[in-house]
């Protein structure tokens, strides 16, 4: 199998390095799609079975083959009929049409399965310097009856395993239960009898929407999905019949499409990469920040940013006016009113007795000091006391989740959803809001009520699409130049449709520095530097090792009350301000290497490589460990080419190749416990 498939690669490699492009061999049914860096071939065989051939790395010479039928790009069950690598289809049509973001090509290929059921519109994405492909599946209701999408698998793909191992990479996501896995990265060697490693992702899931696996030689497959609702997938092996096999599918999904409509699945990605899992990463992230992720505003972003919940929900106009004073001084960019500003949960108005000039003047002020303006925004959850309870008591989720004693609101009700809309629209109007912290307790809410305008079994697709991603899109499109921060009290929906809507994710909530440096550790897989945002509380004081905690990574979230804090501290606060705005930029847009992962008795270390500027930061942490100093060796230099090394606390100044750094490394010295450094790394010119 492998043999035939490479002449066939080999006769098609001359169209494939020609740029983004379709090539459509009409005897053979077979399309082959590629960008500068990547192919995808697809195949409507003789008998009519629609699956996936081929992918390639263009850039390594990796190939990934198809394990024969099994490999079936559309998989999905609506009533009884289902959808897979035995469901026969004739072609209706297909066309190419190119990309409005990233430089690359779609092919859209529609199908019409030879039982008259379903018409299936099948669309794969490939992009120029991008090793991904995207794809996704609208089903048509053919049927004169109403059916009910139950089944979806958003990455179903099957490849050979070339009787090699393979290890699984998954990285949980936060929960508000104290747990030290939070965050972590797991690696799992794949079971050869084809027992799964599963994740499950989502809003008030386990893990982060993404999984990756590698072979010994060191080629790799990653993977996404575009879902806030809770996911189920898996990664397994099956060494006798020679495949590895990977899918993420919908829980509780049970969609109605009448005759004639359609249902969007949400879509997926599979990406190659070739070296460790920091490739995995990285490729990933480049991919985010140029197809899927909203865009950074400017060049300055990840922002620091100031957050009033260091007062709980005691704040006031006389107090926020002067943390804003200190606050912009010392650098920040953002000042952020956490909850506690409206008249109640749900009861989006300003607190008069607290604002008595009104929280719109309170935003002027802070915009005539040069900074942005944010509010906490709970949307889904509302006091059941709220003036929109006592009208709409039929408005709440059938689950409760609890946040700060609201009952939770079904956004998949389109009435409940016209009101969060209309009451976002208002209050960033009426209190000149530039920035919205989005927070609440499960972002994609329980509810089986019959009385809403969703299905009653379909909850969890009902209220992620239709609900929270409806809710957002639509106040987005009213005030497009407000941006949106995720939290859902903490970081508990890391997914990659969550990108599109959001310019920063929180990871842990105001948990300390240990948990902070745990968070963008793990986080740091899946998503860029900018989606790992921390928020600094003020319990744990002001020193090099707290503030370094928080220097990789965005936005830096300050929540001390400055007014407490001396001369001194105030002014090493603005010191490593500027310190942190002097290297976000180069860590967001670098590859992140993972040297030591954060834990209690040792010395962690994470650095960023800017290929653009041929430099590297690293931020370098003693916890309890007993170890004076640490031997920092970083990755991804020009072993050739000399630099300059510095850091922030320790005087030493070194000049070094590449080759001497990479090999022998640095000393960074650690004195005592609790102490760090941010190493430095530049290109002598």
């Not at 072979?215 to 495949?243: I, P, V």
């Not at 992720?293 to 002067?322: C, H, I, M």
């Not at 970083?634 to 990479?662: A, C, N």
Request: glycine share 8%.
């Amino acid at each position: 199998m492998r043999t035939g498939s490479l002449l066939l690669l080999a006769s098609l490699l001359p169209g494939l390095l020609a740029g983004a492009q379709s090539n459509f061999d009409s005897q053979a049914n077979r399309w082959v799609i590629s960008g500068n860096r990547s192919s995808v071939t697809f195949r409507l065989t003789e008998n009519g079975a629609f699956i996936a051939e081929s992918l390639q790395d263009l850039q390594s010479g990796d190939f990934w083959v198809s394990a024969g039928q099994k490999s079936a790009p559309i998989r999905m069950q609506a009533g009884n009929e289902v959808y897979d690598s035995d469901r026969m289809y004739a072609l209706v049509n297909h066309f190419v049409t190119p990309l409005t973001s990233g430089a690359g090509i779609r092919q859209t290929i529609i199908l019409q399965d030879l039982q008259n059921t379903a018409q299936m519109t099948f669309t794969a994405d490939v992009y120029d310097d991008q090793p991904v492909i995207r794809f996704r599946t609208r089903y048509r209701n053919l049927t004169g009856t109403t059916a009910y999408v139950t089944a979806v698998n958003m990455v179903p793909w099957t490849v050979a395993d070339y009787h090699r191992r393979y290890t699984a990479l998954r990285v949980n996501q936060w929960s508000v239960d104290a747990r030290p896995e939070d965050f972590e990265p797991l690696q799992t060697v794949l079971d050869l009898s084809g027992a799964p490693v599963q994740l499950t992702s989502g809003a008030h899931g386990q893990q982060c929407g993404w999984l990756a696996l590698r072979d010994g030689e060191t080629r790799g497959l990653f993977a996404g999905w575009e879902f806030d609702g809770r996911t189920k997938a898996s990664m397994r092996q099956d060494g006798t019949n020679g495949f590895v096999e990977i899918s993420a599918s919908i829980l509780d999904l049970h969609h109605p499409v009448a005759p004639g409509e359609e249902f969007a699945a949400p879509a997926g990605f599979v990406g190659m990469f070739h070296g460790d899992f920091d490739e995995a990463g990285y490729r990933t992230q480049r991919y985010v920040e140029a197809v899927l992720a909203k865009p950074a505003p400017n060049a300055s972003f990840p922002y620091v940013s100031w957050d009033s919940w260091g007062y709980d929900q005691n704040v006031n106009e006389d107090t926020l006016r002067l943390n804003a004073d200190l606050a912009a001084k010392a650098g920040v960019e953002l000042f952020v009113v956490d909850l506690g500003w409206a008249r109640g949960i749900g009861d989006w108005y300003a607190d008069s007795q607290k604002f008595p000039s009104g929280l719109g003047a309170l935003g002027d002020y802070v915009h005539s000091l040069g900074m942005k303006f944010g509010l906490h925004f709970a949307l889904a959850e509302a006091d059941p006391n709220s003036p929109v309870l006592r009208d709409n008591p039929d408005w709440t989720a059938s689950v409760s989740d609890g946040y700060h004693g609201a009952a939770s609101l079904c956004l998949a009700h389109q009435p409940a959803r016209d009101w969060v809309v209309q009451q976002a629209v208002r209050l960033i109007d009426e209190y000149h809001v530039d920035w919205i912290l989005q927070d609440g307790e499960n972002m994609v809410k329980e509810c089986t009520k019959p009385t809403h305008t969703h299905d009653p079994a379909d909850s969890n697709y009902a209220n992620s699409v239709n609900g929270l991603n409806a809710t957002i899109q639509a106040i987005q499109t009213a005030r497009p130049n407000v941006l949106w921060e995720n939290c859902e009290n903490g970081g508990n929906m890391m997914t990659f449709n969550m990108v599109k809507m959001y310019v920063t994710s929180i990871t842990n909530d105001a948990s300390g520095s240990m948990a902070s440096r745990r968070a963008v550790y793990g986080a740091t897989y899946p998503f860029p530097p900018r989606y790992a945002e921390r928020y600094m509380s003020g319990d744990e004081g002001l020193d090099p090792y707290v503030t370094h905690s928080y220097r990789f990574g965005g936005n830096w979230a300050i929540m001390n009350r400055l007014p407490e804090l001396t001369v001194d501290q105030l002014g090493f606060l603005g010191q490593e301000i500027a310190r942190y705005k002097a290297g976000r930029t180069e860590i967001s847009r670098g590859k992140v290497f993972h040297h030591a992962a954060p834990s209690t008795n040792a010395t962690d270390a994470i650095q960023s490589y800017d290929p653009e500027t041929d430099s590297a930061i690293a931020v370098v942490t003693r916890a309890e460990s007993a170890g004076p100093q640490y031997i920092f060796r970083p990755k991804g230099l020009d072993p050739d080419q000399r630099y300059t090394v510095f850091f922030d606390i320790d005087p030493s100044v070194y000049s070094m190749s590449g080759s001497q750094l990479m090999t022998n490394g640095v000393r960074v010295p650690l004195p005592t416990v609790y102490s760090s450094d941010v190493v430095h790394i530049q290109r002598m010119q």
